[in-house]
């Protein structure tokens, strides 16, 4: 492995974000149990400020199929009910005035279906990620050769390094998406 160049750690780096940006779209995915995780991606105008709900409101579970949202400033109670409604979520608010309920249903053959295809889909861009990284990286050091800064043996084992990489990024991501999709399918 080329590990002289900072270069090369920061392309490995960039995989890595990869992966955990994956991992926290997986995590938003709903498996049929209620997990505050589903309200991460969803933003709320509080202010004139897309905030995230946990940052408005304290986030619990009372039971596995609910979750209760509790605003600390009560007129934000619209403003989450309707930036859930707009959200891919696909849940119902119910607004009692001083909280909001989120009761997940039983998933659906047809909804785990569309969750598995979500799943893919962020799988994919994932994947296309990593070989962006690779292309990016392939690039620079061939940039770096022709410059002579490094040599052709040199570049020739970074491409089989990156190549490496990007087929190890690749296998973690289809284990992931294995996983989520296992998950999804439970009854």
Do not use: C, H
């Amino acid at each position: 492995m080329y590990t002289d160049d900072k270069t090369y750690s920061e392309y490995l780096d960039k995989m890595n974000k990869t992966i955990s940006s994956l991992e926290s779209q997986f995590a938003t995915v709903r498996a049929g149990r209620a997990n505050a995780a589903v309200l991460d991606q969803i933003r709320v105008d509080y202010w004139g400020t897309p905030t995230p709900i946990n940052q408005v409101a304290s986030i619990s579970s009372p039971d596995p199929r609910t979750l209760l949202i509790q605003p600390w400033d009560k007129t934000t109670l619209k403003p989450i009910e309707k930036a859930i409604l707009a959200s891919d979520l696909g849940i119902n608010p119910q607004n009692d005035g001083s909280n909001i309920r989120l009761a997940f249903p039983q998933l659906t053959e047809e909804r785990r279906a569309e969750l598995i295809k979500q799943v893919r889909k962020y799988a994919e861009a994932a994947k296309t990620a990593i070989r962006n990284i690779r292309r990016d990286g392939m690039d620079t050091f061939k940039k770096q050769q022709k410059a002579s800064e490094i040599t052709e043996d040199d570049l020739k084992g970074i491409e089989k390094d990156l190549q490496q990489m990007t087929d190890d990024y690749s296998k973690k991501i289809d284990e992931a998406t294995s996983k989520k999709e296992k998950e999804l399918s439970v009854i």
